[in-house]
C-alpha cells in the first residue's frame, strides 16, 4: 500500500492524494486515504524522487522507495552518535561518537527497519524521531543555542508526519 499511495501522489498530487478514496482496500468498504495516513513517509519519497529528477538524476519512484529505509538508516545512525557525543565528557566524546554508530549499525531492531526496499512509515521515523532527540540536547547546550530548539520542533512535526 505504502507505494501505491507514493506512486499516487507523485503521479495526482497533493491536493488529489489527500481527497482519495481507495476502493482496493479494507473491502468491501474502501477507505478514505487522505484521513487515515500519515503522510511523511510518501511526502518524503515525492520529494527526493522530484529533486533528483530536477537535478538530471532520471530514477524512478520505485528505486527512491527501496533505498530511503537504507539511506535514512544512516542519518538515524549519525544522529544518534550526535546525541551521544553531545552527552559524553570531553575526553570521550570521540569514542562515544564512534561506538554508538557501531552499536547502532548492528541493532537488530534498527536493522529491521532499515533494509533496502522495506518502505514502512518506520524507514524514516526511526530518524526523524533520532533527529529530535538530538536536536532537543543540542538545544539545551548554551543560552545561545535556543534557535536550534525550531529544529528539534520541525524534526518532531516531521516525526509526527511519519509515525503518528
Request: net charge neutral; with cysteine; proline share 4%.
Amino acid at each position: 500500500f505504502n507505494f501505491r499511495a507514493t506512486q499516487y501522489l507523485v503521479d495526482n498530487g497533493w491536493h488529489k492524494f489527500f481527497t482519495w478514496y481507495d476502493h482496493s482496500v479494507w473491502y468491501p468498504l474502501g477507505r478514505p486515504v487522505g484521513s487515515t495516513i500519515y503522510p511523511g513517509m510518501q511526502v518524503t519519497a515525492a520529494a527526493i524522487h522530484r529533486a533528483l529528477n530536477l537535478l538530471g538524476c532520471e530514477i524512478s519512484i520505485n528505486d527512491v522507495c527501496v533505498f530511503i529505509p537504507a539511506g535514512f538508516s544512516c542519518l538515524a545512525c549519525l544522529f544518534t552518535a550526535g546525541l551521544a557525543h553531545e552527552a559524553a565528557t570531553k575526553g570521550h566524546k570521540a569514542s562515544a561518537f564512534a561506538a554508538t554508530v557501531c552499536v547502532m549499525a548492528i541493532l537488530p531492531a534498527h536493522l529491521m527497519r532499515s533494509v533496502a526496499g522495506g518502505y514502512d512509515n518506520e524507514s524514516i521515523a526511526v530518524t526523524a524521531i533520532t533527529s529530535t532527540f538530538y536536536f532537543w540536547v543540542r538545544a539545551l547546550r548554551t543560552d545561545g543555542s535556543w534557535p536550534v530548539a525550531f529544529v528539534a520542533a520541525l524534526s518532531y512535526f516531521y516525526m509526527v508526519a511519519a509515525w503518528g
